[in-house]
């Protein structure tokens, strides 16, 4: 079985990765992690600079993610890209083939209040009807099955 998952070393995404390990570990994957690195869009020389050492930082963290789980005695592959998220992870799907793709659910709770909750929620169908976001992208075209792993509560707790 091959499992790949959208990592950003964010913690949503490390909650996703630990829980597809305590979830699939017992069938012995292995397991792609794969992270992109956004474009810069800004073409001055000290931005480029920033933006190579950002993504520098970036791939060592998915690095060190990737020596945590072959620790567990897994075997992992790291892919890292470059550009829209949802592109090229869809590529890496496409070329792969992997068994199951994992998303992590970034989100955010909203404020008190029945305003404050009116406002997030035709906040988030304007997102989802005009840009959508990366796991509901992955859902609707990916090839294989897409598990999306949802907040953690503490997180949840947290931005309460």
Known sequence: MNIMIAYDDSPHARHALERTLEMFSRLEPMIILIGVAEESLDTSSSSEANYIN?????????????????????NVEVVIGQGDARKVILKAVNSLKPDLLVVSRHCEEPGEGFIAHSIDALVD?????TFGSVSSFLVRRAPCPVLVQACPVSARETTK
Do not use: D, P
């Open 54 to 74: 950002a993504k520098n930082e970036f791939s060592a963290r998915i690095k060190g993610a990737a020596e945590e789980v072959g620790y567990r005695g897994l």
């Open 125 to 129: 169908e304007f997102n989802y009807m």
